[in-house]
Nanobody, 119 residues
Framework: QVQLVESGGGLVQTGGSLRLSCAISGRIFSINTMGWYRQAPGKQRELVAHIADRGPTYYADFVRGRFTISRDSAKNTVDLQMNNLKPEDTADYYC?????????????WGQGTRVTVSS
């Protein structure tokens, strides 16, 4: 059974930093991307960043230059280093793994970790 468990969220002041970590357990085949999404109150979930198993790393415009996504294959984790945080970064952050094999596609999600940035 696949499990994604996020950690590292919390309360931080504007300009501060946090590091989110996603611990992955279980076996996932044909990984397409590993990444982070976020959902602010009253808004839709949006992609923050992802690492493609074969391909470039993607960052949303609103975090490019401030956030860095990384993958540790040995530890089976995907981290998101968030610097220069802004109040608009306040949201629940979710780890995601997308797997794709032919016409079959699956998405795995963690339970989320809350990030609150105070002004």
């Amino acid at each position: 059974q696949v499990q994604l468990v996020e950690s590292g969220g919390g309360l931080v002041q504007t300009g501060g930093s946090l590091r989110l970590s996603c611990a992955i357990s279980g076996r996932i085949f044909s990984i397409n991307t590993m990444g982070w999404y976020r959902q602010a109150p009253g808004k839709q979930r949006e992609l923050v960043a992802h690492i493609a198993d074969r391909g470039p790393t993607y960052y949303a415009d609103f975090v490019r230059g401030r956030f860095t996504i990384s993958r540790d294959s040995a530890k089976n984790t995907v981290d998101l280093q968030m610097n220069n945080l802004k109040p608009e970064d306040t949201a629940d952050y979710y780890c995601n793994i997308n797997s794709r094999r032919g016409e079959y596609e699956s998405n795995y999600w963690g339970q989320g970790t809350r990030v609150t940035v105070s002004s």
